[in-house]
Structures are given as C-alpha cells and as structure tokens.
C-alpha cells in the first residue's frame, strides 16, 4: 500500500507542475506577443509621431512623400464593428433564445449543427462568398458602381459573428434555473415575457460574454474583409471602399522592406490594434464584474 501511495503522491505531483507550466506558458505567450509588438512598433510611432500617426487622415507608405495616418483604418474598424454588432447581437440571441426555449428538440439539433458547422468555416471562404455574391448584390441593390465597401463587410463580419454570439448566448440562457421560468409562468406571464423579462435578464452576464467574443472576432478578422470591403485607404463611409487596422497589415507586409519604416509602421499598426482589443475587453469585463458584484 505505501508503493501504491508513493506512486500516487510521484504522479499528482508530476501533474501539479505540468498544469503549473501550462498556466505559466500561456502567461508567456502573452508576455512575448505584448514585448515584441511593442520593441517592434514603438520606433515608428516614435519617428512619425503619436498623433500624426494615430490621427493623420492619409496613408501613402509607398509614395515618393510617405504619409503614415492611421485614423482612416480606425474608423473603418470601429464602424464596421459596431455594424456588426448592432446586427448580429439581436439576430444571435434571438437564435439562441429559438434554440433553447423554442425549437424541439430535433430542430434544436438541427440548429445547433447548423451553428457549429458556420464556426467552423475558414474566413477566405466567407469572404469568397461575400466577394462572389454579397458584392455583386449590393452593387446592384444601391445602383453603386462597386459593391466592395464597408456596408460588405459588414454583412459578412455579421454572419461570422453569429456562431459565436449564439452558442454563448444559448449556454447561458440553460444555465438559468429552471425555478425562475416556472415561477414567472405561474404568475400569469406568457412565455415571450418570461424569456425577455427573467430569462435574458438572469443570462446577462453570459450574453455579454458572447458580444465580448463577437467584438474579438470581428475587430480581428482580415482576409474576409480583405475580399470584400476594397481595401482601399479611404476614410470610412457606408458604400465606400475602406481598408480596416488588421487588412492594412496584411495587404502591405508581403512587400514592405525588412527595417523600413512602412514595416515599422505596419508593426506599429498592429501594437494599436492589440492595445485596442486589450482596452475593449478590459472595458467589457470591468462592467462584467461590476455587474456580479451587484
């Protein structure tokens, strides 16, 4: 028996520090992302100027005369979010409240199937959806002389978000106790108002997750909007082609000369990028806590 205990007592140890360095390793991926964006983007920023770059409205990396003004991008990213989330939020949730308190089961699966199989569609094929047919029908739809605009994205950022916003908002409304459905439904309440009035209120946490990751997603993505938004370093508006923070990276970086500065600033990009999603989630998850303490 004292083997046996020794054995068990070697291997619970060798476990505890395996999960310890795992912890630790993810602690150091975050480090290490957040030390070289910052080493790598800091010097342009520095030879450009805060808020030249930050705010000037015209970008020409590859013009005689360079111009490095990142605003035009950082509009185009907030808007074509917000949009995005304006959209999807309603018509996730509302998917998630039909999965979860609506649909049969045999409609729920087949929903639920549905959902897992849109998470799990690569973002080029999205967007060579978007460039083959949402394009073409928004061009016709406004009479526009191309349909490669922000208003594009948008449609397609808001079906890409809809796995996520759907899946989250589903977990959290089943884990609303049962006892608060029963009871709203013995005081006399149909049972739209017990979804909307208890049920989405009791899962306001979880459902403000599910945003938190569509925010994520949709601020993140590049080739999908790539394809379908013009790519084109336009300040933003709805029919126009606009070019967003991470397909202004991606478009121009295969060419970029190592240590020039249009690769610094393509660095420095990304470091405001990354300081932007740092500050929404930190934003999201401040009134997150703040309204679990209440």
Do not use: H
């Not at 605003?71 to 990213?77: A, E, G, H, R, Y």
């Not at 897992?116 to 999205?126: E, F, N, Q, R």
């Not at 397609?156 to 796995?163: A, E, Q, R, S």
């Not at 909307?196 to 569509?214: C, N």
């Amino acid at each position: 028996m004292s083997r046996i205990k020794k054995a068990a007592n070697v291997i619970e140890k060798s476990m505890n520090i395996i999960f310890t360095f795992c912890g630790f390793l993810a602690v150091a991926f975050v480090i290490l992302i957040t030390g070289f964006l910052f080493t790598s983007g800091m010097p342009a920023i520095g030879e450009i100027g805060l808020y030249d770059f930050l705010f000037g409205t015209e970008w020409a990396s590859t013009a005689s005369t360079p111009s490095y003004g990142i605003l035009p991008f950082i509009l185009t990213s907030v808007y074509g979010t917000i949009g995005a989330i304006i959209i999807g939020v309603p018509l996730g949730l509302m998917c998630a409240i039909f999965v979860a308190k609506m649909a049969n089961d045999k409609i729920g699966k087949l929903v639920r199937s549905s959902v897992d199989l849109l998470s799990g569609i690569p973002s080029v094929v999205y967007g060579l959806v978007g460039m083959i047919i949402i394009v073409p029908m928004v061009r016709e739809a406004f009479n526009l002389p191309d349909g490669a605009n922000l208003f594009s994205a948008i449609i397609v950022l808001t079906v890409m978000i809809l796995p996520s916003v759907i899946s989250v908002s589903e977990t959290a409304i089943r884990a609303v106790p049962k006892e608060y459905e029963e009871a709203s439904l013995a005081l006399g309440a149909t049972k739209t108002e017990t979804v909307f009035k208890v049920i989405v209120p009791a899962a306001k946490s979880g459902i403000l997750t599910s945003v938190v990751l569509g925010i994520g997603r949709s601020i993140g993505e590049a080739m999908a909007v790539m394809m379908v938004s013009g790519n084109v370093a336009n300040m933003p508006g709805l029919f126009k082609s606009v070019r967003f923070l991470t397909t202004a990276v991606a478009s121009e970086m295969a060419y970029s000369s190592p240590g020039s500065l249009q690769r610094n600033a393509l660095f420095s990009i990304a470091l405001v990028l990354f300081l932007f999603i740092m500050l929404i989630n930190a934003t999201l998850n401040f009134f997150l806590k703040r309204d679990k303490e209440k």
